[in-house]
């Protein structure tokens, strides 16, 4: 499965952005999936993540304010985010993991090249 991020760009404070991952692979639906991002001199941390069957898991500091989502049939995950904030920009991360409920990068198999998302204040 390899994953490919999209929908990175320049907003304001306050604004939204949908970022997209879009996967080859047969057996998309049957992994878990992941958002990271890594901020300028930061260490890569998680966001969200979401189960084969649409459970969801959020960092505390995105929660009520971010969406995740995957649409089976089309191989793609979303990551709506809404209301934010300029400590959200960071580049951001598509990965892959056999199970859900992973918060840790090792426990994710495959990564995107990552899509930078910038919020000005």
């Known amino acids: 499965v390899h994953p490919v991020e999209s929908g990175g760009g320049l907003v304001q404070a306050g604004g939204s952005l949908r970022l997209t991952c879009a996967a080859s692979?047969?057996?998309?639906?049957?992994?878990?999936w992941g958002w990271f991002r890594q901020a300028p001199g930061k260490e890569r941390e998680f966001v969200a993540a979401?189960?084969?069957?649409?459970?969801?898991d959020y960092a505390d500091s995105v929660k009520g304010r971010f969406t995740i989502s995957r649409d089976n049939a089309k191989n793609t995950v979303y990551l709506q985010m809404d209301s934010l904030k300029p400590e959200d920009t960071a580049v951001y991360y598509c990965?892959?993991?056999?199970?859900?409920?992973?918060?840790?990068?090792?426990?994710?198999?495959?990564w995107g090249q990552g899509t930078q998302v910038t919020v000005s204040s």
């Open positions: 979401i189960s084969w069957g649409s459970n969801t």
């Open positions: 692979g047969r057996t998309f639906s049957t992994y878990a």
């Open positions: 990965a892959v993991a056999p199970v859900f409920g992973r918060r840790r990068e090792y426990e994710y198999n495959e």
